[in-house]
């Protein structure tokens, strides 16, 4: 079991890693696991076509099946929206991708190619019409959009109630198991810092890694 965290750990973080984090260490259920795990900040990724694609691998697999997927398909093409729409069905086959994940990741490359997108063009866009913009590629869904709007695109307040951890994590502060629902209820109280919340449900319980490898993503 993890200690206590260093009190001084806060207070070398990002002014605004800080205020979230320290707005949920008054939160009675959340903040024992802050103070247990440290501080845990958003670290957006470089180029949010590539989350895109890696959010779809990881859909309803494993996290380690996963990986592999994505390692021999970053070797075997250039990730980029040129690149993928470029590679033919055989070489995405040989990477590990299904008929349907190698359509999935063409229609986001279509998407991304055929409107330009790029961080800026989300960056002008709230959180919801990033959901929207998403969520109409077929093999987009919400999941996925919201492991975009965090892992991606650094948005603050990011409750992914689809994900398994995210589940399992409310379920240990909890004691009980929750419909989606109560959980989006329950989470109200995270608001403006969802995100930051999500962070330290993932780690609610000392096998919760154990818990995500196992399905992080629903469609």
Known sequence: MPVDADADAFDDIDPADREALEALRGDDRLGPVIDRHGPLTIDPAADPFERLVVS???Q??????AAATRERLFDAVEVTPE??????EETLKGAGLSRQKTRYVGNVAEAFADNDWDREAFAAMSDDEVREELTAITGVGEWTANMQLLFSLGRPDVFPVGDLGIRKGMEELYGREMSRAEMV???ERWAPY???ASLYLWRAKEDIAASVDEVVGEE
């Open 56 to 58: 779809i691998l990881r």
């Open 83 to 88: 690149g993928l729409l470029a590679a033919n």
């Open 185 to 187: 209820e329950e989470a």
């Open 60 to 65: 309803q697999v494993s996290m380690a099946s």
């Open 194 to 196: 969802r995100s930051y």
